[in-house]
């Protein structure tokens, strides 16, 4: 499908005209990049296609359009074909965004200096003054290194004439930077050849200067701790966050890690305080200090400002220039770059009228019927901020209503022209299963980044992000459904060969890249850990009394009176279900209907979202396929309306099956945890609350075995032993015995099997040693608090006490208590570890240094 007519057309370089189609040849670059593909057959750009979604998919690329706790993550939307920009339009657009980002500097400079561009009657006051995003506590403070913007993202529409035109402008935590990446290398890996042959600059050169003059100008000199500051795993942009800190190699922050003490940011770790030189922020200026900015902000640093104006960390940008974004900006600064860099633009914005001025709103108002109205102050609860709105879409009535907002609050609306968005080809595979796709028009904008790599120095990324349009959509924008495309820029020079793999490290930031585990990750790698041994736990308990239900044994009292009191106890079922002694069928249908409820019963479909949501805070952390594994396995106990029924409509087979695959994730990710990660404090931490949970789960299960007295009796003794993961190995061992003593032995006591209590007990000792520092062979305070498994011999625990008659476990005093014990201990272990490691109420006194 040919682009639509009055829009110019990339695939074929020029504007779409009626009649026109066929008339001309593709433009240049276009040739060029189907010429390089290895075939010509449609069948092989769907395969391509195909292969783009499985990687996206894959690798956990996310944008969520409503960034909630409860909201789905949403799969980032990726266009198979790039936007190709031949060498003398981006030699247009480097050029105009580089001037632009130096203009926008000075007037930050200016605006937080002397005032001269509003004292001078260059600049509004209200734009600036009027702001919400003008932070006056900023007025006066020179930026470290003395540049306020280090990274800069400019919107650009191409028009029917085929000139670039400016959009809107992004100053405050400008996003894209790593989707933009993401972008490349799966496009780039679909069409190796064309990327090659066609000569297409290459981007991490400009993340390699942006970074390399942070170090730079930081209060730390070239060894400067860098971190990256987000919100959260709830943002939108979340996956960007932990992508560029895995790929910068910066500490993902966000504001609870950090403290301000004597005017200096610290990080908080396992091991201490550890500063922070430099941070890059990625959320909006308002919510950095509660005690200068939001009061009612969880997600920024107490102090932050009074550390950035006594000259004791860099944060980039400058806090104060969300002003610089608003579009009413954009008609005042062809005037102030004449003044402030005596040159007229080089690139050109769209027409842009502020209301705020009598004379541009009597201009702009009889032009609102091809125009686009716009908030003056984006976002701003004050101002009555609104969704913008295009004057062509709106009826005669609706353009009057408009009309007399304008005239009434002329201060919060802007009005911008409206120009036809060029058109780029994107691939729509076939709907027909032997049916070949093809080739539709879309609308699409383009991001482009300046990056500081200098003082008064900037440079722009050679490529950038490409939003696109839904079908027959003008809006190009992601919160729309829209998607994007990686952008080619074509070079005719040397293509740059820099890579941000092997940079030269001093031997100070070689020790600083060992990775510093923050008190947060702490905490979310000790629940992540915990969850996960609680899902394989109830996974395993699910499936193993599905199958007694169904099995031999499923008239044995002692056995389901034990595997009741176990569902109840972890939830598996809700406390006024009927147990299976009394109706077996209502207990079965109940314990598969809560298999999914994640609100009334912590069962397996709540533990797993939990593994879900505790892993997401520590994403980074985490290796793709570990990842992978912990979303697979949560879906299926959470699936959409789109997939599996809901677990309660599941018959007793269909839950064993989906317990069974659940399992086979579980193994996979518990190997994941064991022998992919590295043995840090924060991978010890993981470890423990694995241990600790083990300790109390089994302990309890022995207990309650004991309790039920189905341990004295062939069913209950090998559900038990199932249930410990130990069958293999008891038969192996054991054969067909069917002793107490066997069963304490391998449960109980043994050093080399890794369920069974001795052996979680003596390895959670040694883990809690290790993470408290102790020297080889030494056990810490806290490591005492577990008992030591060596405290008992397996006589003494298989002493039948003299008890009443029908005592529960035979009157097994000594072994009760040695449960009981370890079930004390497991809960004493997890509020210690988490006083110790995870609260830092000694610090709260000491916030703000004065």
């Not at 109980?748 to 052996?759: A, F, H, K, M, Q």
């Amino acid at each position: 499908m040919p682009a639509a007519v009055g829009h110019f057309d990339e695939l074929l370089g020029a504007l779409a005209e009626p009649g026109a189609t066929g008339a001309r040849g593709l433009a240049p670059p276009w040739r060029e990049f189907f010429a390089n593909l290895q075939s010509g057959d449609p069948t092989g750009l769907d395969q391509r296609a195909d292969s783009l979604e499985r990687q996206i998919r894959d690798n956990g690329v996310t944008y969520n359009v409503y960034a909630d706790s409860g909201g789905p993550q949403r799969p980032w939307s990726l266009d198979l074909f790039p936007l190709i920009i031949a060498p003398e339009s981006w030699q247009q657009i480097e050029a105009g965004v580089l001037q632009r980002v130096r203009l926008l500097d000075r007037v930050m400079a200016d605006v937080y200096g002397d005032q001269t561009l509003l004292s001078d009657g260059l600049l509004p006051p209200a734009l600036v003054h009027g702001h919400p995003g003008y932070l006056r506590p900023m007025h006066g403070v020179a930026p470290v290194g003395g540049t306020h913007l280090h990274i800069a993202a400019f919107d650009l529409a191409r028009g029917p004439d085929g000139n670039w035109w400016l959009v809107s402008q992004r100053t405050q935590a400008p996003s894209g930077l790593g989707y933009l990446l993401e972008n490349r290398l799966a496009v780039s890996r679909l069409f190796p050849q064309a990327f090659a042959n066609m000569q297409v600059q290459r981007i991490a050169g400009a993340y390699r200067a942006l970074m390399d003059n942070l170090r730079a100008v930081s209060p730390g000199g070239k060894d400067s701790h860098v971190a990256l500051l987000t919100p959260g795993p709830y943002n939108e942009t979340y996956f960007e966050h932990a992508y560029l800190a895995r790929y910068l190699g910066l500490t993902l922050v966000e504001g609870g890690d950090m403290l301000v003490r004597d005017q200096r940011l610290y990080l908080k770790t396992l091991k201490g305080l550890v500063p922070i030189h430099a941070l890059l922020k990625r959320m909006d200026d308002q919510y950095l200090d509660p005690l200068e900015l939001r009061a009612d902000s969880t997600l920024g640093v107490p102090g932050l400002l009074q550390a950035i104006r006594a000259g004791n960390v860099l944060v980039a940008n400058a806090p104060g220039s969300e002003f610089l974004e608003s579009p009413a900006l954009l008609g005042f600064l062809p005037a102030i770059a004449r003044r402030l860099l005596g040159e007229e633009l080089r690139l050109p914005a769209l027409p842009t009228w502020w209301c705020g001025e009598r004379s541009a709103m009597d201009e702009a108002l009889p032009r609102l019927g091809d125009c686009a109205i716009k908030p003056t102050y984006p976002g701003s609860a004050q101002h009555g901020g609104f969704e913008p709105a295009l004057g062509g879409d709106l009826s005669p009535r609706e353009l009057d209503e408009w009309a007399g907002r304008v005239a009434r609050q002329g201060d919060d609306h802007t009005i911008q022209a409206y120009l036809r968005l060029a058109q780029i080809p994107t691939w729509q595979r076939s709907s027909q299963a032997n049916g070949a796709g093809n080739i539709i028009s879309r609308s699409a904008m383009l991001r482009v980044f300046a990056v500081c790599n200098g003082a008064g120095s900037w440079q722009v990324l050679p490529g950038g992000l490409c939003r696109v349009a839904m079908a027959n959509v003008e809006i190009a924008t992601m919160q729309r459904g829209g998607s994007s495309a990686d952008v080619w820029v074509v070079t005719r020079g040397a293509v740059d060969q820099t890579s941000l793999l092997a940079p030269a490290l001093t031997p100070v930031s070689v020790a600083e890249r060992k990775r510093l585990v923050t008190s947060r990750a702490a905490e979310n790698l000790f629940w992540l850990g915990r969850y996960t041994e609680r899902a394989e736990n109830t996974i395993a308990l699910a499936r193993l009394t599905l199958e007694s239900l169904a099995g031999e044994h499923q008239h044995s009292t002692p056995l389901l009176s034990w595997l009741g009191k176990m569902a109840v106890a972890h939830s598996l079922v809700l406390p006024d279900v009927p147990p299976p002694l009394q109706s077996r069928r209502v207990f079965e249908r109940s314990l598969i209907a809560d298999l999914c409820n994640t609100r009334d019963a912590t069962s397996v479909g709540f533990n797993l979202a939990a593994v879900r949501q505790a892993a997401s805070a520590v994403r980074e952390r985490l290796s793709q396929e570990h990842w992978n594994q912990i979303v697979r396995v949560q879906e299926l106990f959470a699936p959409t309306e789109h997939e599996a029924p809901h677990a309660g409509e599941f018959s007793a087979i269909a839950a064993r099956n989906a317990l069974q695959s659940a399992a086979q994730h579980m193994a996979a990710i518990t190997g994941a945890q064991t022998d992919r990660m590295t043995r840090d404090d924060g991978w010890r931490l993981l470890s423990i609350g694995r241990h600790i949970e083990r300790l109390n789960f089994h302990a309890r299960s022995l207990a309650l075995g004991l309790e039920a007295d189905a341990l004295r009796h062939e069913a209950g003794f090998e559900a038990m032993v199932a249930l410990f993961d130990s069958t293999i190995t008891f038969r192996a061992r054991f054969q067909q015995s069917r002793e107490m003593a066997a069963l304490i032995d391998l449960l109980v006591l043994d050093r080399d099997n890794p369920r069974s209590l001795g052996w979680v007990a003596h390895t959670l000792r040694g883990r809690l040693a290790k993470l408290a520092g102790s020297e080889s062979n030494e056990l810490s305070a806290l490591s005492l608090r577990v008992p030591d498994p060596a405290s008992w011999t397996l006589a003494e625990l298989c002493v039948v006490d003299t008890a009443p008659e029908g005592a529960a476990g035979g009157g097994m005093g000594t072994l009760r208590g040695a449960l009981e014990s370890y079930c004390a201990a497991a809960l004493d272990v997890s509020e210690v570890v988490g006083m110790t490691y995870f609260t830092h109420s000694r610090d709260s006194n000491h916030s703000v240094g004065m």
